[in-house]
């Protein structure tokens, strides 16, 4: 898009094994990113079919600024979910913007279904169709290191990947993004199972032709320094999102044994400080961004008689600690480790992974599901049977691991317990427990994520928030960054890029924007979004929360059930009313 009029788009056809590219000047006005892919799935989705039908579409696109400026490190996937049945988006970082510039393109849009296990190959030179049969079956890590070892090009190569939870369609399975990074939610590593695409190996030599070298060194620099000089975002280079594990315990907001209790009696033992001073080794960055927000934490197993050790690096952050350390009521930065290991090794969703276990737990206490379907001994604070359990889910082993391999919408369905399942619009809660606006938010966004709109930090940011002002936040900030998602942002860096610094980097590039331009591009892509959702049958009419969320106190005491389904409410009569004006003026 750099210097041109238009988005240059890559599509394969796994079926035929055919490429070809299209130049597409009706795209530029929704610039990259979230935008370019959400319009991109309204074009190629198929409304009344399967999401895991091999006619359904894979979307990943880019950004103008992705690589060229400090922290536009993200790609945005786009797809029809299968673990909520309707429109699917995920983030990842790593190398992947990178490769995909090199590359010479600005999306890439995949349909079909190879005949055999492929992996692709694709380049600025030619798109390569490869056999994968040998590595279907293999690990995560296993996998990237067979591709590694096949496609030479260390710094420049980006290879994303499935494991054997993709390959089995666990529809909360993950694409693995660069090892440490990943497109995590929603069910994308399903997708790639369905057609049988276990990787991506993407990089390429494409210069980036900028015409004002001098205006965008100036503009650059004044960014870096206001990543790398300021407090804006300081707090994610030195204990990272762990940090929220002491914060949230201490204002009762960190969800903890599924959600019976929203405080840790060892939060401490597994805290951001706690991790830092045991177990972290390094801080890694994704491509083009100088904070190193990666956090490598390392822990000792046992894998032989006679004081055989390795050790072993995984990459931790504040969701995984909550899924798969409080939720479950780990007491140790090890423990926690090791359970992560085990849910990246099979390429699975860490949040839905620890929410579905979670549940599973009580509904062992309770008597809804027996030992014989778990084949482990679930219990708060069981480590090693916890690991059992997630082997179990990628495999899918039995009639229970087959139903919860479809998430916790579907477990409910067959086993009951919805009282106390943690779901938030069809997918699985993510690590806050602060009040209305999260639970809102969560529910209501996009893409049902906690970054849809971050309703959890409205919530902490005053104690009386009126309806109003919390539906204007929900609808206005969700808005706001489809702007910085459509640019691919990483939205750490949101306190970064304001609307003046944005539109001051397009104009280096050669996109003259106004303000006008930007809040027209956040309504635009709001409202695809909600139309694809409404095109899939997506509706939140006689929604019901899970009683849990209203029997244990938030920071600010108890919520009021009646209090959110009436902000539910609004927030669908104010958003309708903004979509049927949106659409007669298109």
Request: aromatic letters at 10%; proline letters at 2%; a negative charge.
């Amino acid at each position: 898009m750099i210097g041109k009029d238009f988005i240059r788009v890559l599509y394969i056809d796994l079926t035929s094994q055919k490429a070809d590219i299209q130049e597409r000047k009706d795209l530029y006005k929704y610039l990259g990113g979230a935008g370019v892919a959400a319009k991109l799935l309204e074009e190629n989705m198929k409304k009344d079919v399967d999401p895991l039908h091999e006619s359904q579409p894979l979307i990943i696109s880019i950004g103008p600024l992705s690589t060229i400026f400090p922290v536009v490190t993200k790609a945005v996937a786009t797809f029809v979910s299968p673990h909520t049945g309707e429109y699917g988006e995920s983030h990842a970082g790593g190398r992947l913007a990178m490769a995909i510039r090199n590359a010479g393109y600005d999306a890439i849009v995949i349909t079909g279904k190879a005949q055999k296990p492929t992996y692709l190959v694709v380049t600025d030179k030619n798109i390569e169709f490869k056999d994968a049969r040998a590595m279907w079956g293999l690990d995560i890590e296993e996998t990237g290191r067979v591709i590694r070892e096949r496609e030479p090009g260390p710094g420049k190569r980006s290879i994303i990947r499935i494991g054997k939870a993709g390959e089995n369609l666990v529809t909360y399975s993950c694409v693995n993004v660069d090892t440490y990074r990943h497109f995590g939610r929603l069910g994308i590593g399903a997708v790639f199972g369905s057609k049988n695409l276990k990787a991506i190996m993407i990089m390429g030599e494409e210069d980036l032709p900028i015409a004002s070298l001098k205006e965008y060194f100036k503009t650059y620099q004044e960014i870096y320094k206001k990543v790398t000089q300021t407090d804006a975002m300081a707090k994610y280079h030195e204990l990272g999102t762990p940090m929220n594990i002491k914060v949230l315990n201490s204002i009762n907001s960190l969800p903890t044994k599924n959600l019976l209790q929203s405080n840790f009696e060892y939060a401490d033992d597994i805290s951001g400080e706690t991790f830092a001073e045991k177990n972290l080794v390094r801080k890694v960055s994704c491509v083009g961004c100088p904070i190193g927000c990666i956090h490598i934490g390392q822990f000792r197993r046992e894998f032989d008689k006679g004081y055989e050790y390795e050790s072993i690096a995984v990459s931790y952050d504040h969701e995984l600690i909550y899924a798969l350390g409080s939720l479950l009521g780990i007491k140790t930065t090890d423990e926690v480790l090791q359970i992560i290991d085990e849910v990246e090794l099979a390429g699975l969703d860490a949040i839905s992974t620890g929410v579905v276990l979670a549940w599973a737990t009580e509904a062992l206490k309770k008597g809804l599901i027996s030992r014989e379907d778990t084949l482990a001994d679930l219990e708060f604070g069981n480590t090693m049977e916890y690991v059992k359990a997630i082997d179990n889910i990628a495999e899918r082993v039995n009639e229970f691991y087959y139903t919860i391999g479809k998430g916790l919408k579907e477990a409910v369905k067959k086993y009951g317990g919805e009282e106390f399942a943690l779901l938030y619009g069809g997918n699985e809660m993510a690590g806050y427990h602060t009040g209305y606006a999260f639970a809102l938010g969560q529910t209501v966004g996009a893409r049902h994520s906690h970054l849809d709109n971050a309703g959890y930090s409205y919530d902490q940011s005053a104690k009386e928030l009126k309806d109003e002002e919390i539906i204007d936040y929900v609808i206005n900030e969700e808005k706001e960054r489809a702007v910085l998602t459509s640019l691919c942002i990483c939205l750490f860096a949101r306190k970064v890029y304001d609307r003046a610094t944005i539109l001051k980097a397009l104009n280096v590039i050669g996109i003259n924007w106004t303000n006008d331009d930007l809040t027209r591009l956040a309504n635009d892509v709001f409202f695809t979004k909600l139309k694809i959702k409404k095109e899939l049958g997506y509706s939140l009419e006689n929604y019901k929360f899970p009683k849990r969320i209203f029997e244990t106190p938030t920071m600010w005491g108890k919520m009021d059930e009646e209090r959110l389904n009436r902000l539910l409410k609004m927030y669908i009569e104010r958003v309708e009313k903004e979509y049927e004006d949106w659409s007669r003026g298109k």
